[in-house]
């Protein structure tokens, strides 16, 4: 890296302003990966989602016709529907169950700190671990870990995984529990931001709980779930890993969600074209969805 | 010692100094130090509060204790977690060793200190150009950044492996080799922006006193910018290292043969081989957790600043 830095000659120097160049030199390993690894992949499957990709045939030009086959195929169909159902899940149970950690563990005290050290582990878990640790927790028999948790209230031994009916709310369940340790930790730092006298001055005037937090918490804390929820939305939307390690779409598909479909239709089935174009269709929503929120979130600031 | 600049929101979320700091009087009563109003006297909210804060901990800690005992269980299945193992023995990752899990551990730990080398080296380059020095297209330049963060890899993952098997001008093939997998790390937007947003926070006093003395573009990168930006250092390197042993997809689309995976990617050849039970799979989930795990541990404070600061930015 370091001996890109070096090459302006004295001469050259003397042609091109050195300043004019130097901060190029400092960006230029930087902008050479992103461009290569990022801007150039995607260039590449606008361009391949076009074509009929056959390996030593040669590429053939289809027009929209892999935007039509993806779009109509009745299992990519199926696939938005898991999509959305597991993004907006995600995304609302992960900042309920984020807001509410956060609520229950604010404060200084050294107990609450480990609590919330040990309560984040989640985040830092790869997710392919986690997949893996769910998976046996999910165990279908009643003395598997969480049916025997649920033995005790009564209840009879669920075949989470197994089933296709509760496949897709078990893999919410497991991402919602990696996503509310992150939020809680979002939503602390908006909590901290919150004027202590304000609290002390509504005791005063005999408010209840509920409009304490109604009143004085929810607005503090209001960019922060927005961000929260945003984040959770763009990322609920392009979800892979985690349905991928735990249930790898089965059983029957009724896990299957977009990114994993296209993960089949490019890798399993080979079809680079198909899967390009599902890409693309991704891509497309996932800017629209950025473009428009930024501009609500400006417009809400202005306001 | 705490970082101002890479710390919008003012107050970190567990440090004491920082809240006394920002002109938080301790002498008001705990009551309205939470938004709840816990009391720290005990009583019947006090109980409460620490029932559910034992649930909290059941529901996302203690599944951490099971699969630790698990995997030195002797005969650990689905159907006999508990949080002790019964019968301790070390069976489980003496057979995932057979299986070539520590390999794959190699892979990953060469991956993820290559690749977190790189990216801080790459990311902390183009951040001093963005945020020391004005150039034509700057603006441009730092959006082309953000539109990396904004990139999900999955989207992109069917052309990169393209990319991979024949990278253009060059025409190699990274697939099979760890630099297919660390080279698509390097340029990370998001550290590209906190470090830019800290560097700028440094005053232009420093840098111009440096200069009269002499000090070249390297070396005050080197010697000046770089040891004044550590708690930013200190953010992008934990995180950077999280986000790069969470990949899955990328080292998935670059191996060539299973002995290319990751750890993490392992853990399903692990689980889907017939003659290995789940306490061997368990073993190689807590070999592939102990390194977040120390990571996470050490530097639990810049890794929780990040994610706020990295959060109120989008």
Redesign the interface.
Known sequence: ??AT??TPGPRRARIISKK?V???L??A???L??L???????G??VW?SFFDVRPFLGDKWVGLDNYTRVLTDHRFQDAIGHTLVLGIGMSLGGIVVGSA?A???????R???F????????V??????V???????????S???INSGLGLLGLGPVPYLDNPDTALWATMAMGI?ML???NM??I???????D??L??AA?MDGVS?WQ??RH??LPAIR??LG??L??AAIRGL?V??EV??LTGGGPAGSTDVW?TR??TL??TRND?GG??AA?VV??CV??LL?VTV?YL?KRGDVR | MSAPAIDPVRTPVSTTPARKSAGQRRTTPARFDTALGWSDRPGPAWALRVLLCVLALGVFAAPFLTIFSGSFSEKASGSTLSFLPHHPTLLNFQVAGERGIWDYFGNSLVIAGGGLLLQLAVCTLAAYALARHKFRGQALILTLFMLTMMLPEEVIAIPLSLVLGHVPVVGVDLKGTVWGVILPLGAWGFSVMLLTEFMKDIPAEIEEAARIDGVGELRMLWQVILPLCKPALGVAGVLGFIMIWDQYLLPLIAAKDPTDYTVTVALSILRTDPEVGSGVVLAGAVIALVPSLIVYLLLQRSLVTGIAAGATKG
């Not at chain 1, 602390?188 to 919150?194: N, S």
Request: hydrophobic share 55%; net charge positive.
């Open positions: 890296m370091t830095v070096t004019a130097l901060p190029w400092f960006l390993p930087g902008l990966l992103a290569v690894f990022k801007f150039l992949p995607m590449k499957g391949l950690l609520l229950l563990l604010e404060g200084q005290a107990s609450l700190k609590v919330r050290t040990a309560v984040f582990l989640p830092v878990t790869a997710t392919a671990v997949g893996e640790m769910w998976r046996l927790m999910y165990y279908p028999t003395d598997g870990l529990w509310a340790p992150y930790v979002i602390l730092a908006g909590l901290a931001g919150v202590r006298s609290y002390e005791a709980l304490r937090l004085i918490t960019p922060a961000i929260v945003t984040l392009r892979f890993t991928y390690v990114m296209a993960y490019g890798f680079i899967a390009s890409s991704l891509l996932t800017l950025t930024n979130r």
